[in-house]
């Protein structure tokens, strides 16, 4: 990792990092967070600029003559694909929400208790999250037709020529209908778990780094203190203190914290990015198509023109 530059300024000291991670790092180790700012801004902005971009076409979609064939009612999401989607909605816009206050702490002029406060529940809503992330892991296997990662997860053989053959398809206005993910939106949904699973596992490690706290909480509290199974050593460790801890000890795990949590900011800026383009790409569906791809998340139908390709052969229609 290169050395950070920095160059002192009037009213303190400002960092000048050539990357988000380093962007990052030097926000966690407590420094100012005004290029953070600046980062998570122009994300914003993008992601709005994306949005009304796909807004202002839809219209001119929506108005097109419909010679397609009659749309039918196809059970695609089962309960606990549904259940996941909105719970997993729910927490993450709950941990960006206080993950942004986190980094942005010094700007809102967060104590350092009150830091302590956000990260704490950042962990709790994280804990539910992984929950429901393992549970929609193990779904994958088990679950059905189009909740299985055999129907999502383009490794198949053959993806890479289904998949061009649908740009190519979809580029000319012949795109087929799928009842399930399309190859592209298996490719966005398999950047999404991805990126899901990495926030998912950083996030348990930095949270035994940073409050030591469950899964790996109890070892790392005793790396800290060099306690080894003397475990009364550990009962005045305070999250945020170092009173208590091997200065050493404690020295070679915020080194090696460093990358964890490089990984976790950088992903959680590339999941904004992700989550824009798969909104974008669902509100164009819905447009488009007419499709009902919203309302499958809610009631598990949707309304496909003609025959899905991707249909199982006990999957049939509602008329």
């Known amino acids: 990792m290169p050395e950070l530059t920095l160059r002192r300024i009037q009213h303190g000291v400002m960092c000048r990092p050539s990357t988000l991670v380093q962007c990052s790092l030097q926000e966690s180790a407590g420094m100012p967070t005004a290029l953070c700012n600046r980062h998570v801004l122009i994300i914003l902005l993008l992601s709005m600029t994306m949005l009304l971009t796909a807004l202002t076409r839809l219209e001119a979609m929506n108005e097109q003559p419909d010679n397609q064939p009659k749309l039918t009612s196809y059970k695609v999401w089962d309960r606990h694909v549904r259940i996941f989607h909105w719970l997993n909605v729910l ?39 992984v929950v429901n992330l393992i549970w929609r892991l193990i779904w994958g296997f088990i679950g059905s037709h189009y909740a299985k990662w055999s129907s999502i ?3 198949h053989k053959g993806a890479i020529r289904e998949t061009t053959s ?23 949904v398999s950047v999404l778990f991805v990126l899901l699973i990495t ?18 909480g109890h070892e790392i509290a005793e790396q800290v203190t060099n306690s080894g199974e003397d475990h009364q050593a550990l009962e ?14 404690y020295a070679r795990m915020r080194e090696w914290r460093k990358p964890i949590i490089s990984i976790h900011v950088f992903s959680f800026y590339l999941l904004l990015i992700a989550i824009t383009m798969h909104i ?3 509100v164009i569906s819905e447009f488009k198509e007419k499709n009902g791809i919203v309302s499958a998340m809610i009631n598990g139908e949707k309304f496909i023109k003609g ?7 006990n999957n049939k229609p509602k008329l």
């Open 166 to 188: 649908y740009i190519n398809e979809l580029s000319e206005g012949k795109a087929p209908s799928y009842a399930g993910h399309n190859p592209l939106a298996k490719i966005m």
């Open 307 to 313: 025959k899905p390709v991707d249909e199982p052969k």
């Open 199 to 216: 926030q998912a596992s950083t996030g348990l490690i930095l949270a035994g780094t940073d409050l030591y706290l469950p899964p790996f």
């Open 280 to 282: 974008v790409a669902v």
């Open 153 to 155: 997860i383009p490794v």
């Open 91 to 129: 927490c993450i816009l709950g941990l960006i929400f206080i993950g942004l206050m986190i980094l942005n702490s010094k700007s809102f002029g967060v104590s350092a208790d009150g830091k302590i406060l956000l990260k704490t529940i950042h962990v709790y809503i994280g804990y539910v999250f």
């Open 236 to 249: 005045g460790l305070v999250p945020g203190s170092k009173q208590g801890v091997d200065q050493a000890a």
